[in-house]
């Protein structure tokens, strides 16, 4: 079992749209988590992070965590075809290399 | 600024090959990672330095795969006798901070990845 599943999709909806997207970890010494968006042959870049159980927002965009059910989600609200990309959720925890354990990814696509 | 950069972009070896793979940081970053992403996957932690010191090797998939980052900047992914499965992308990472407790300064910017397909 990976330490962190995600539903790989792909996913498509209609611009406008709200976008729900999902991980779930096995490790709940994880204390750290983050998502990231990736574009056709680019590297990932962040999108936000968060250490604590609730929600985040940042403009359309919020991240929320459940350490009960080892659950974390982000939600996309307004949804552009700009945000057609793969989304990858990950987590890690305080140490001395901070190495980040990523989810499959989630590819988005957002139609005009 | 500039951000981290990768050369070569793409590259293609005949198995058996020993390549080569660079990563400019971000100048003054002192955390320099690498991970490999398969295809339709997510990226995947082979290993991490702090300036020149490589305090991490454990996901390097076997002895031929080898880092270096000898002046605490530029850093090289050597792969020897390269074989199929070792075709993926390569992705460089870099990073403020030292220690690793999470905080902003920890966010690890990446650069676009060397992709490599072993014939």
């Known amino acids: 079992q990976k330490e962190v599943e995600q539903d790989p999709g792909p996913l498509s909806v209609p611009e406008g749209a709200i976008v729900s997207l999902n991980c779930t970890y096995s490790?709940?010494?994880?204390?750290?988590f983050m998502w990231y968006r990736q574009y056709s042959r680019k590297g990932p870049e962040l999108l936000m992070y968060t250490y604590s159980s609730g929600n985040k927002e940042d403009g359309r965009f919020t991240a929320q965590v459940d350490k009960s059910s080892k659950y974390i989600s982000l939600f996309i609200r307004d949804s552009q075809p700009s945000d057609s990309a793969t989304y990858l959720c990950?987590?890690?925890?305080?140490?001395?290399?901070?190495?980040?354990?990523f989810g499959q990814g989630t590819t988005l696509q957002v139609k005009p | 600024g500039a951000g981290v950069s990768q050369s070569p972009r793409y590259k293609v070896a005949k198995r058996g090959q020993d390549v080569a793979l660079r990563c400019d940081p971000i100048s003054g970053h002192v955390s320099l990672f690498w991970y490999q992403q398969a295809l339709g996957q997510g990226p995947e932690f082979l290993t991490y330095f702090q300036n020149e010191a490589q305090l991490d090797k454990s996901g390097l998939p076997s002895d031929r795969f080898f880092a270096e980052r000898p002046e605490g900047s530029v850093s090289t992914l050597k792969i020897q006798r390269t074989q199929q499965e070792d075709s993926a992308v390569y992705l460089c990472?870099?990073?403020?901070?030292?220690?690793?407790?999470?905080?902003?300064?920890?966010?690890?910017?990446f650069g676009p990845g060397t992709r490599l397909t072993v014939l």
């Open positions: 990472a870099s990073s403020l901070a030292m220690t690793h407790q999470y905080s902003i300064t920890d966010t690890q910017y």
């Open positions: 490790n709940s010494a994880f204390q750290y």
């Open positions: 990950a987590t890690g925890l305080p140490s001395n290399t901070g190495k980040l354990i």
